[in-house]
């Protein structure tokens, strides 16, 4: 089973720009991993902010996008909301398996 | 308006069985696949499983094959899982997920159901 590894927590200040990333341990993160990207809110269902490594969906906020760089699917927030404070979790897909990464508790302070 | 509302949580003791469904509305059911997703208290999301629009292929991830079983019924606008065999460690908030009309998952969510497993 591949492991899918993001960073546990990250802090970004209002108005900043931070960029969360999605590692596999299987290699490279490619556009075929398709990767997810989701938010979730203490006490709420997750929300899909990304798929497909880049599009969003009606709702997705435009500060958000996605992107692969360095070997690792990336989401980089531009211009931090308080709003934007959750745990945000990725999802990469392989060869009849899929894996969520253990997800970034992202603080906005 | 899409929505997705699951059934069936509650406490079980471990080696019982449990059958959670997921009824869909806002949307013609049978046109979409369908995933089951959880998440153990105070932990991380675990892919569980998908089903075709039409109920196969059909897919699991590792740690419930062969005790969980997805199905669907078309004509009930329902999705479902079956859950045998349970441990303490399927203890977990279990979510329902309609995936897009072409190859893309997770557009929509439900609110999820509780299921305890516990003596």
């Known amino acids: 089973q591949p492991v899918v590894t993001q960073e546990p927590s990250l802090t970004v200040s209002p108005g900043g720009t931070v960029t969360l990333t999605c590692d596999s341990s299987?290699?490279?993160?490619?556009?075929?991993?398709?990767t997810y990207w989701f938010q979730q809110k203490p006490g709420q269902a997750p929300r899909t902010l990304i798929y497909?490594?880049?599009n969003k969906h009606s709702w997705t906020p435009a500060r958000f996008s996605g992107s692969l760089l360095g070997g690792k699917a990336a989401l980089t927030l531009s211009g931090a909301q308080p709003e934007d404070e959750a745990e945000y979790y990725c999802?990469?897909?392989?060869?009849?398996?899929?894996?969520f990464g253990g997800g970034t508790k992202l603080t906005v302070l | 308006e899409v929505q997705l509302v699951e059934s069936g949580g509650g406490l079980v003791q471990p080696g019982g069985s449990l059958r959670l469904s997921c009824a869909a509305s806002g949307f013609t059911f049978s046109d979409y696949s369908m995933t089951w997703v959880r998440q153990a208290p105070g932990k991380g999301l675990e892919w569980l499983s998908y089903i075709s629009s039409s109920g196969t292929p059909i897919f699991y991830t590792d740690s419930v094959k062969g005790r969980f079983t997805i199905s669907r019924d078309n004509a009930k606008n329902s999705l479902y899982l079956q859950m045998n065999s349970l441990r303490a460690e399927d203890t977990a908030v279990y979510y329902c997920?309609?995936?897009?009309?072409?190859?893309?998952?997770?557009?929509?969510w439900g609110q999820g159901s509780l299921v305890t497993v516990s003596s």
């Open positions: 299987t290699g490279p993160v490619t556009s075929g991993h398709y």
């Open positions: 997920a309609r995936n897009c009309r072409g190859t893309c998952w997770f557009e929509y």
């Open positions: 999802f990469l897909s392989y060869s009849a398996t899929w894996v």
């Open positions: 497909d490594t880049t």
